[in-house]
């Protein structure tokens, strides 16, 4: 009921407009951050999230710390150019309302990511809210390119099924 609730209601879509754009903020604002300066090194947050993970209450599990010794650390140039331009194409496509859910979805991986590296900050608040937005759907993108975008997608799909069916027939 809840869900329905955030799919359908067009009141609701007015405060999920304003709980994207926050976020979308938050994400362009940190990745832009991260690209001008030019300097972004995700070594030493891997190498502390790797610490991390022993003692008495470690913050970070083993596996997500093996994964981190094992494939980020190796990978970090790689991920020195992800992460930023991640945040960033995240924020930005919150702000503009296109791929909605989609953008929502890889925010919402780099949040919990983060807080699996045993860091907290505003994750958890950008998490919550994040699960509105993706439980919303199509709802959340109205106010935002998505209205027209989505709905252009989904013809161009279905003509696209239509002309397959029917040369198949032929």
Known sequence: ????????NRYVTLLLTVFR???????????WGKISSGKFDASGFIN???KNMTGEHPAVQPWWGNFLKEVALPYVDLFNVIVPWGEFLVGL???????????????LTMNFAYMLSGTTSTNP???LLGMLILMAG???????????????LGKLIYKKERNEQFSQSA
């Not at 496509?93 to 925010?107: D, K, N």
Request: hydrophobic share 60%; net charge positive.
């Open 125 to 127: 608040q950008m998490v």
């Open 48 to 50: 502390g999230a790797i």
């Open 1 to 8: 009921m809840f869900i329905q609730f955030l799919k359908e």
């Open 93 to 107: 496509g919150l702000i503009l309302g296109i791929f909605t859910s989609f953008s929502i979805l890889m925010g």
């Open 21 to 31: 754009l926050y976020l979308g903020w938050q994400w362009l604002n940190a990745g």
């Open 138 to 152: 199509l709802n959340a993108g109205k106010i935002g390119l998505d209205r027209w975008f989505i709905p252009l």
